[in-house]
């Protein structure tokens, strides 16, 4: 299959219609793709749409992004349902309780296959954000494949992946937000620690460029890739694909997941079968 992974930028968007305009033109751009991927909190444009007071308060700019969720979810079934594809929409603040969770939506030509929150939260979400983690992990059986998902911070925690793979993902999605470039590879060393421990296909799309209505996105860093494990059925390096630091744009390629199966049996190493043995003695 086809994946296109998003190096995206945050727009000041006039009305609603420049927003759906933004994304037909992207769904468009990705060639075809079977997969598109857009990151963490890329709805947070949507808080433009509440004017620059608005967008600039942390609290009401979460209010203004969530109130749009129905349209936006409208949009991307369209989209996924026209070009015939599946599409990871960019995640946002989406409030069932008194705080708001960060929420990415899978969508499939048939229509929302499911979402996944984010499960653990960075300091500036727990303590000037105030947006809360919501755990449970899911696993999505798509005609594409088994597909996991691990919104930026939740990549560098092992024991999410393993969780994700042992379920039988064979592709984890990792839309990330970061505003420095160690930031970025944090999340970037934890997307390619995930490939390899599950010998797996592992996609990151992050947010780029400035931002400076909005302090909660303000400043962004990062490339799009796709990485696999160095194992012998994949490139040496891990790195199938990525773009250059902080430059907009998909990242595409060709991936077969039949070589996950091929990775963790045949590998030159077999770190998903012997996973259980990196326990400390006595312990399941």
């Known amino acids: 299959m086809k994946i296109a992974t998003a190096a995206y930028p945050l727009d000041w968007l006039q009305d609603f219609n420049a927003y759906s305009s933004k994304l037909t033109g992207w769904v468009k751009a990705a060639k075809g793709a079977d997969l598109l991927v857009f990151p963490e909190y890329g709805a947070m444009e949507l808080a433009s749409l509440g004017g620059r007071a608005v967008a600039a308060d942390l609290e009401r700019s979460l209010h203004e992004v969530a109130r749009h969720a129905d349209a936006v979810s409208d949009l991307h079934a369209r989209l996924a349902r026209d070009h015939r594809c599946h599409i990871l929409a960019a995640s946002g603040p989406v409030f069932e309780g008194e705080r708001p969770v960060n929420r990415a ?26 947006v809360v983690g919501a755990r449970g992990l899911r696993l999505f059986d798509t005609t594409l494949g088994r597909i996991g998902i691990l919104i930026c911070y939740d990549a560098e925690f092992p024991l999410l992946g393993r969780a994700l793979v042992e379920a039988g993902a064979e592709l984890i999605l990792v839309p990330s937000c970061t505003d420095t470039v160690a930031g970025f590879t944090r999340v970037r060393i934890g997307a390619m620690a995930r490939a390899l421990e599950g010998q797996c296909v592992v996609v990151q799309s992050p947010t780029v460029g400035t931002c400076d209505w909005s302090p909660a996105v303000d400043e962004n860093r990062g490339r799009a890739a796709i990485y696999g494990p160095p194992d012998g059925f994949w490139p040496e390096t891990g790195v199938i694909a990525e773009g250059a630091m902080d430059a907009p744009g998909w990242v595409i390629a060709e991936v077969d997941l039949s070589r996950v199966a091929k990775s963790r049996t045949e590998g030159a190493v077999l770190p998903f079968a012997h996973w259980p043995e990196s326990r400390p003695d006595g312990e399941q």
């Open 105 to 130: 939506v899978l969508y499939g030509p048939g229509g929302i296959i499911g979402h996944q929150d984010k499960q653990i939260m960075t300091r500036f979400e727990r303590e000037e954000w105030d």
